[in-house]
């Protein structure tokens, strides 16, 4: 591993043509998806068809100097898929325990609460029970479009023309599609749930002009320029995210080697003390980085019939303004993206209207929990105005986790959860419920519907029942990072002092050995509020952990 290297390196704008652009950017304005999942027939032709694909590749760069394709090209590989490749065994043996076990190891698959109606054996995606067989899943391609026609187009790219349109026929890529998925992102920006998404992603360190505790302005892809804050929305070190640079525990983010390849056209390791047996080492990892995959399907109609049952135990009727706090409380968002820490009793719609037309997530998204000083309005150390158990403060609990929350080093309050971040990708499939796709002016509308309907003119391109998000978790540590957020902190139900207190919106709650998770929920003035009986309201329909090379290791893997 890279823990001894002498030096280590620093992510400079030099490097950005050698890191996919799904890394660092959302592509926010191709909001159409397709996920193909392939697997490898023919390696010899499978390299010849990865070489051309290359050239195709979306980067960092290609998106920083305004991408003006219609779709954007990505690619990544599962582990049965780099064993594939037929990389060296001294290779394989570099890269992450939990990469090489995968996502189907039966004591990671519970950690992860992926039990009872999510196990790893009824999933329609990745199912394990094929690994070993020529449904095997080896290679990810990810194909980001501004509109359906295209997305079209893009599959009607030679190159995607090539694959195997059904499994075990020939191609002229010696690669056959094992799994097709689709979704997109509605105008609303509201998730399955009616929440507004993708609001809250770290920044990464030498990809932006950007630094810790300094507000920037910064020219907007659409010419605008913007101030975003960095202040409680900080910049996180590169390491944290892309293979082979220094991470929040400044260390060197460990990353896949090649041993005793001097011509491979790699970035070299400077190891001291190596042994005489090796002659070089270098980088494969470099700009690389690991994804976790998750496909999951999200009951709309049993999360808002749970908080209509508990509008009417708690208030006597099912009125709307009352389902929709009770369901903030649970997210610690309004429907509309503004965070209660920022707005707790009431949504803010001017604001987060404000977000909007600026395309400036840092108006609702550089917020903290802990009280800074006299001049502070923010005093929530115990949750009155975003509970402790509320989604979004347990998977980013900011200045608020109880053994950093009262050091007079403001800074490092944050320290601890700088070490758990992930960069977050999803985008929805399924039909899209009335309040998604057009509600009369979205941000104002409460989310809160007495009833589900669909809009049947729109949809995410998908024939499946039901609705979810495909998410993507970017991070240089599966187990530190995605892992520990989903183990110690969204499925923990004593989380930061909490009792019986799982994540209502996507905890384990259907874990059958143990006691039923409930919400508390912390009031001025008064008793607190508990909800009851938590079903689960998000399961898990297929995963995978991959591997998202840089350019130079996709070359040397096209060889």
């Known amino acids: 591993m890279l823990a001894q290297q ?27 998806a397709r996920y193909l999942f392939l697997h490898i027939e023919d390696l010899s032709k499978a390299k010849a068809w990865l070489s051309k694909l290359v050239e195709q590749i979306t980067t960092v760069q290609q998106w920083y100097d305004h991408f003006d394709g219609n779709v954007a090209h990505n690619i990544a590989f599962t582990n049965k898929g780099v064993e594939a490749m037929r990389l060296s065994q001294s290779t394989l043996q570099t890269f992450s325990r939990e990469f090489t076990q995968g996502v189907y190891q039966e004591t990671r698959a519970r950690l992860l609460g992926d039990i009872e109606d999510s196990a790893p054996e009824k999933w329609t995606v990745c199912n394990p029970k094929h690994n070993g067989t020529n449904e095997e899943v080896h290679m990810l391609l990810l194909l980001n479009a501004n509109s359906k026609a295209a997305l079209n187009t893009g599959m009607e790219h030679d190159l995607i023309q090539q694959l195997g349109k059904t499994v075990g026929e020939p191609s002229e890529s010696g690669l056959y599609i094992v799994g097709d998925e689709s979704g997109s992102t509605p105008a609303s920006k509201k998730e399955p749930f009616g929440f507004r998404d993708g609001i809250s992603n770290p920044w990464i360190a030498n990809t932006r002009d950007l630094v810790l505790g300094q507000r920037k302005v910064v020219k907007e892809r659409y010419g605008k320029e913007v101030e975003i804050g960095l202040e409680d929305d900080p910049v996180i070190k590169s390491g944290e995210f892309i293979l082979g640079y220094e991470n929040e525990y400044d260390q060197l983010a460990s990353s896949p080697l090649v041993v005793n390849e001097a011509d491979a056209d790699l970035p070299e390791v400077d190891l001291p003390d190596m042994p005489s047996t090796v002659t070089s080492v270098k980088d494969f990892g470099r700009n690389g980085t690991y994804v976790v995959y998750r496909k999951l399907e999200q009951d709309r109609e049993g999360f808002w019939t749970y908080m209509r049952e508990q509008a009417e135990k ?246």
């Open 314 to 559: 708690l208030y006597g009727s099912a009125d709307p303004d009352k389902m929709s706090w009770l369901s903030a409380k649970c997210v610690g968002r309004w429907s509309s993206g503004v965070p209660l820490a920022i707005a707790p009793d009431e949504d803010d719609p001017e604001l987060a209207k404000k977000a909007v037309y600026e395309r400036n997530n840092s108006l609702i998204n550089n917020f903290h929990y802990i009280n800074q000083g006299a001049n502070d309005p923010i005093d929530d150390a115990v949750g009155t105005a975003c509970p402790w158990g509320a989604h979004i403060r347990r998977n980013h609990p900011r200045d608020s986790l109880i053994d950093s929350m009262h050091n007079e080093n403001i800074p490092a309050r944050f320290s601890s959860s700088r070490q758990h971040r992930i960069m977050r990708r999803s985008v929805s499939w399924g039909k899209l419920a009335d309040y998604q796709v057009n509600p009369p002016d979205f941000i104002e509308n409460k989310g809160a519907p007495l009833e589900i309907t669909f809009d049947h003119d729109h949809d995410y391109g998908s024939d499946e029942e039901g609705a979810g998000i495909h998410f993507f978790g970017i991070n240089a540590n599966i187990q530190r990072q995605f892992e520990f957020i989903m183990h110690a902190w969204s499925n923990d139900e004593r989380f930061n002092g909490l009792f019986d207190n799982k994540d209502g919106i996507i905890g384990d709650s259907d874990e059958p050995t143990k006691d039923p998770s409930h919400m508390d929920i912390p009031r001025k003035d008064s008793y607190r509020l508990r909800l009851k009986n938590f079903p689960r309201f998000v399961h898990v329909r297929g995963a995978s952990y991959l591997f998202m090379p840089g350019m130079a290791a996709l070359r040397y893997m096209a060889k």
């Open 6 to 32: 002498k030096k280590i390196p620093t992510l400079t704008k030099e490097q950005w043509q050698d890191i996919q652009g799904f890394v660092v950017y959302g592509y926010g304005i191709l909001p159409y």
